[in-house]
């Protein structure tokens, strides 16, 4: 590993330590790097705001992207603390980095109560089979919103 690297992976898990010692939340601290530089950063704030999504990736992420003016990491790398959880993945994959590069394993994460386990094996089952219910409603306007964005000449697209 280059020091280059070593150094970022270093400040992702000094965030989480720094998380874990000042009690704002879990044990997970992440960074986004673009062109050598730190743009964004974050740590588990679950409990402190009350937000089961404040995970440090998307801290980091949001961060980031407020950084840019911009809703994609195009060109940048994250570093975190830990693999990234199936809800951190998806964010990732819609921000678009270069690269994610993790500490801890999912596995050290269970280890010390944080399994995501069920998650992944619930996503895997057919939506009548979940644990949550899952369920289509389709009043007759129901398509509205995709025919409005089909022929809208103001959207973005992303």
């Not at 998380?19 to 601290?29: A, K, Y």
């Not at 009350?50 to 809703?71: G, K, M, S, Y």
């Not at 619930?122 to 219910?133: D, G, H, K, T």
Request: aromatic share 8%; hydrophobic share 35%.
């Amino acid at each position: 590993m280059s020091n280059e690297l070593e150094k970022r992976m270093r400040e992702s898990i000094r965030l989480a330590v720094e998380n874990v010692q000042s009690g704002q939340g879990g044990p997970f601290g992440a960074i986004v790097v673009k062109d050598g530089q730190i743009i964004g950063r974050g740590s588990n704030q679950v409990t402190t705001l009350n937000d089961p999504t404040a995970h440090a990736e998307v801290q980091a992420i949001r961060d980031a992207c407020r950084h840019l003016n911009h809703f994609q990491l195009t060109g940048c790398e994250i570093y975190t603390s830990c693999e990234p959880c199936p809800m951190c993945i998806g964010a990732i994959y819609w921000a678009r980095p270069d690269a994610v590069y993790y500490a801890c394993s999912k596995e050290d994460a269970a280890a010390v109560g944080f399994d995501d386990q069920f998650i992944y094996e619930q996503i895997a089952l057919p939506m009548e089979r979940r644990s949550i219910v899952m369920k289509q409603l389709k009043p007759d306007e129901y398509k509205l919103p995709f025919e409005q964005w089909a022929v809208s000449e103001i959207k973005k697209e992303y």
